[in-house]
């Protein structure tokens, strides 16, 4: 038998792992869904959880209000899980739950539903995402201060490492650094430097003979944007600096344990609500960033659907991005070659140039105690970033397809359904889901929770205990979400990141020079600066646009208020009367719009600032929208309205109008 040619494998790679990002309402809706994704072909589960359930809330506490069971499913307890995994066998599946303020949690969740399904904790694989810094810097959904959050992503792994030897304990995640702005260099270094801080603290937790062991088990989430030739250098240069780490660092011997092993979703950033169909493009091409070279290939992908710039995406969109993954694993030949890019001189330029500004980054990361201590940096760094983004973006210096050019368009008859083209989650599941949390707890042996959560609050209090043996204590005696947080947020306190709008550059140019001298003439009309309260009600953490505004209104010389992410109406609306601000931003993309903005606006009447106008942003369909400005919102934006210094200009036309003050620029 010939030898095959050096340019062919022998036989085909076997295709990577098919998921897709998946869950909402609740777990008997979830568990629907997931069967019939499977039956499609997909072959790992992808569980998304709704905003309560990811920063440890039950569905009936005042924070939970208008989040439960909108971006993901709603899971309260051991009762939720075994219904969220009813028929899925779990011996076999390999299942990714992105969850990380609450990841020792649901991975105790799921250790007792695996149990009660007769399967020993040793033949579980899947991943738990556990990665808490990228939380302060992006996503928002932490829920403890940053020591002991490192603790408990610490006693995860040293406990999977141990008696869930298949579990990957923790997907160290540079997914969400690119969604808040991140350059390619940044997502490398803050990446590979929050992979330091993880390895440095499970190193006090561990024996130096499992090291090895541990640094084998660590994965990561990866994103992988349009640019997908420098996208996929970016991969290559995260290998290198990974084998690096292992080597050198951490005395890792095995070549097997420091393979840079990566599951990926492609950019969210950059879909774009303005010609929504031009997305599937765009996914397409990015998802060629993580298949084509064959040594720095993804193990598992999940790809966005095409309308996530609009809404939540129907079962039909997430088989559409299915099917893309199969295409190109089964119709196409790029499983059949050794790598394409082997000795190509433009991806080893690529490769060196992301290496040398990388190490630079890792070095100041490091300088500055390492990445627990340097979260502020790191965070207005990638503000920063993201504002150099947009205005090259309104400056048209960065062209988006439909967005800032080429915007003459056909009406999208993808869109054009009485649903909008999104999925629209039934509005009585949050009645039925504290219906349900209220009468789990009434019905279970609350001695057994008492007690499982006292031995919970002492082990948290003891530094040297693993903090997971009791954890799945909890999870077996009936506790829930709420409660096992709670008991640790005494333990622990509570925390505030923070929000890099301070640290951001102030930007310039001839369009925002005339927006300031129109701030100071009304300002100087209203007798003191023109003031911006910029609020996030609920538990949205994404609060990339909430910054991006509140660094333009800043640079446009309004007076800001902006206190990050998770408020209550009332906490806004108190804030509003006390600074006397001029005018109230409200920036909502969960999906929660229509039960949290009439909270704020009631809670405005209540505190005496009814007469403040309030506009709106967020990903809000044009039904919403329309709805919202009849009960008397000011304005609505969308991701269609990408022009920042345009809103500023909306923002002073209202604030002089209701002051009966002339302003020089139209509304």
């Known amino acids: 038998m010939p030898e095959p040619p050096s340019h062919r494998l022998p036989e085909p790679d076997r295709p990577w792992m098919m998921r897709t990002y998946a869950g909402h309402s609740d777990a008997r809706r979830s568990n629907e869904l997931y069967r019939k994704n499977l039956e499609k072909g997909q072959t790992g589960l992808s569980i998304a959880f709704d905003l309560p359930t990811q920063t440890g ?42 969850i990380n303020a609450t ?88 990446t590979m430097s929050n992979a330091i801080a993880v390895l440095d603290a499970v190193k006090q937790r561990v024996p130096q003979e499992l090291m090895g062991s541990v640094f084998g088990r660590i994965s990561f989430f990866v994103n992988a944007g349009v640019r997908f030739i420098e996208e996929h250098a970016k991969l ?37 609500e303005a010609q929504p169909e031009n997305n599937v493009y765009r996914i397409a091409v990015e998802a060629l960033a993580v298949t084509l070279g ?64 990388a190490r630079t980054e890792m070095h100041r990361v490091a300088e500055l105690g390492g990445a627990v201590e340097a979260v502020d940096y790191m965070k207005g760094a990638l503000v920063e970033s993201h504002r150099k983004r947009w205005q090259r973006i309104e400056s048209g210096d960065q062209i988006a397809v439909g967005m800032n050019k080429f915007t003459s368009t056909e009406p999208s008859p993808l869109t054009a359904g009485a649903d909008g083209g999104i999925l629209v989650v039934d509005p009585e599941v949050e009645a039925e889901r504290t ?37 799945i204590a909890a999870a077996r005696a009936g506790a829930t979400t709420g409660e096992w947080a709670q008991t640790l947020r005494e333990a622990f306190g509570e925390y505030r990141a923070p929000t890099g709008v301070g640290e951001a550059v102030a930007a310039g140019s001839e369009d925002l020079a005339e927006v300031r001298e129109e ?32 660094v333009r209104a800043r640079d446009a010389g309004m007076d800001v208020v902006y ?44 505190a005496g600032a009814e007469d403040v106008p309030v506009v709106v942003g967020g990903i809000i369909p044009e039904a919403d929208a329309a709805s919202l400005r009849e009960a008397g919102i000011a ?13 500023m200009r909306d923002i002073i036309s209202l604030v002089a109008e209701r002051h009966g003050v002339q302003s020089a620029v139209g509304a």
């Open 294 to 357: 064959r040594n720095a290939r993804a193990r598992a992908i999940q790809l966005p659907a095409w309308n996530e710039a609009l809404g939540l995406p129907r079962p039909w969109d997430q088989q559409w991005s299915l099917r893309l993954q199969q295409i190109l694993a089964y119709e196409t030949d790029l499983l059949e070659y050794p790598d394409i890019f082997e000795g190509s001189k433009v991806m080893d330029g690529l490769v060196a140039e992301l290496l040398e500004g």
């Open 635 to 647: 304005a609505v934006y969308t991701p269609k309205d990408w022009n920042l210094n345009g809103m």
């Open 103 to 190: 990841a020792a949690w649901l991975l105790a969740l799921y250790i007792v539903a695996a149990q009660n399904q007769g399967i020993p904790d040793q033949e579980l694989q899947g991943t738990t995402q556990n990665d808490i810094l990228k939380e302060y810097l992006s996503r928002g959904t932490y829920a403890f201060p940053p020591g002991p959050s490192m603790r408990l992503i610490a006693d995860t792994i040293a406990y999977t490492v141990e008696h869930v030897p298949k579990w990957n304990p923790i997907n160290i995640c540079s997914y969400h650094l690119q969604e808040a702005g991140a350059t390619p260099v940044q997502e490398i270094a803050f």
């Open 519 to 550: 701030v100071e003439r009304i300002s100087e009309a209203l007798g003191r600066r023109l003031k911006f309260l910029v609020g996030k009600p609920g538990l949205d953490g994404h609060s990339n646009g909430a910054e991006q505004i509140a």
């Open 563 to 606: 206190e990050g992410i998770r408020l209550t109406p009332s906490q806004i609306a108190t804030s509003a009367a006390q600074e006397g601000v001029h005018i109230v931003g409200l920036s909502i993309l969960s999906g929660s719009h229509r039960e949290l903005i009439p909270a704020v606006m009631e809670a405005l009447r209540e």
């Open 57 to 98: 809330y039950d569905p009936d506490h005042e924070l939970a209000k208008g989040e439960v069971g909108k971006v993901g499913v709603s899971i309260a307890h051991k009762g939720d899980m075994d219904t969220l995994l009813d028929g899925i066998p779990l011996d076999q599946m390999n299942t990714s739950m992105t």
């Open 435 to 471: 219906r349900a949390v209220r009468a789990w707890r009434a019905e279970r042996d609350q001695a057994a929770v008492d007690a499982a959560l006292a031995q919970l609050a002492n082990t948290a209090r003891n530094d040297h205990e693993n903090i997971m043996p009791a954890t």
């Open 236 to 272: 290559r240069a995260m290998a290198v600096l990974w084998d690096e780490l292992g080597r050198e660092r951490y005395g890792v011997e095995d070549e097997k344990h420091r393979r840079f092993r990566y599951g990926v979703q492609v950019n969210s950033l950059g879909l774009t």
